[in-house]
């Protein structure tokens, strides 16, 4: 009796959606990851300086994508950034997947740990810092995502023209939704889009941008541009003289490696707005504090502690028994994550006082 024929390997059009993103993610890894790392730097980005030294290593906690980062600090202006920095193609395979919502993640808990009314209510405490001004016409969300911004942001300013630009296609889904009225997708130093909002803005919002694009300085410089003359820059980032950053070290959720590429300190802000041509208007640290430092370092230390997930990125799935086992297990641990999310909103009237303030305010006018 002849043997049956073998069949041929399932084409990746007729996969499971599951079995194609670990199919994927096989064939990028097996070409090697050095093709996501750039040459090390010996100088700053920032000044120039060659006095850096490694301020931590840190694998990438989030996700669990292989790989050791490291983040160095300059010794003449304290700028922190990943050294050596991810390249385009690092950027984009650390970023993927990471808005798809993977429920069995309990990193997601570091994020839901300030809760919807508290982010909520966080958003508006931003957006209300520009009440003292002039009701802007127009109103440009940096970095926008979703545009929950623009959206909270709309509520106490009903007048204005809300725009969002983002680098992934989220923003072009908040203008289906209504969030914003028109909807760029790319970094705001890109030529093309620079030259089209430029002077188009009262106002210009850059929330916890600028630690993601590979250029701060130019997407900072771009900002200004898309700012009609008189306008306002409002800027919110992590303030890596934290004592959060020391104490946590890298679990510290604004460290974020390997997708957080730059930390800037308060001072060289004010520094590089100031020669740019910018009346520093008001800086704040108290009310731009958000209390989730603790809760996020205990939801990475539980996602590092839990056995494996199944992701795609991983070669060999978990069995079924260390499956049930994570499930249980998050189950069990959410209520750490909660009490560390307790103790943080506890604490964040005292906190915001002190140095363990972690963010940063800046509002700036265009002269």
């Not at 300059?74 to 050596?84: E, L, M, S, V």
């Not at 795609?312 to 079924?320: D, I």
């Not at 943080?344 to 006082?353: E, G, I, K, S």
Request: proline share 10%.
């Amino acid at each position: 009796m002849s043997a049956k024929p073998v069949p041929p390997p399932a084409s990746p059009s007729v996969l499971h959606p599951a079995e194609q993103r670990r199919a994927l993610y096989t064939a990028e890894l097996a070409q090697g990851t050095d093709r996501f790392h750039g040459p090390r730097r010996e100088d700053c980005p920032w000044c120039g300086s060659t006095r850096l030294r490694t301020r931590l290593r840190a694998p990438d906690l989030l996700q669990g994508k292989p790989g050791t980062f490291a983040v160095d600090e300059c010794g003449d202006c304290a700028h922190a950034f990943q050294n050596p920095r991810l390249t385009a193609e690092g950027l984009a395979f650390y970023h993927r997947g990471l808005h798809e919502g993977h429920p069995d993640e309990v990193a997601v808990l570091a994020e839901r740990a300030l809760g919807a009314h508290g982010r909520r209510r966080h958003l508006r405490a931003t957006a209300r810092a520009m009440l003292p001004f002039p009701e802007p016409e127009s109103w440009l969300d940096v970095g926008t995502g979703h545009a929950h911004f623009p959206e909270t942001a709309n509520e106490l300013f009903p007048y204005t023209s809300f725009d969002g630009l983002d680098p992934t296609p989220r923003v072009a889904r908040a203008r289906e939704a209504g969030r914003v009225e028109e909807a760029y997708v790319g970094h705001l130093s890109i030529p093309e889009i620079t030259t089209r909002l430029r002077a188009r803005y009262d106002v210009v919002s850059v929330l916890h941008h600028l630690t993601h694009v590979p250029y701060p300085r130019e997407e900072l410089r771009a900002a200004l541009t898309a700012l009609r003359p008189g306008g306002h820059l409002l800027l919110e980032l992590p303030d890596p003289r934290s004592a959060f950053a020391t104490l946590l070290g890298k679990w510290w959720l604004p460290y974020g490696q390997p997708r957080h590429l730059h930390l800037i300190p308060l001072s060289n802000l004010r520094t590089e707005l100031e020669s740019q041509g910018c009346t520093i208007v008001t800086t704040d640290r108290r009310a731009a504090h958000v209390p989730r430092d603790l809760a996020g370092a205990m939801a990475l230390a539980l996602t590092r502690a839990l056995p494996t997930p199944d992701a795609p990125w991983r070669a060999v799935p978990p069995g079924e028994f260390r499956c049930r086992l994570r499930t249980a297990l998050l189950k069990t641990s959410a209520p750490l994550v909660a009490a560390a999310a307790a103790l943080d909103h506890t604490l964040a009237p005292l906190l915001r006082h002190t140095r363990f303030a972690n963010t940063y305010r800046v509002i700036a006018r265009r002269n």
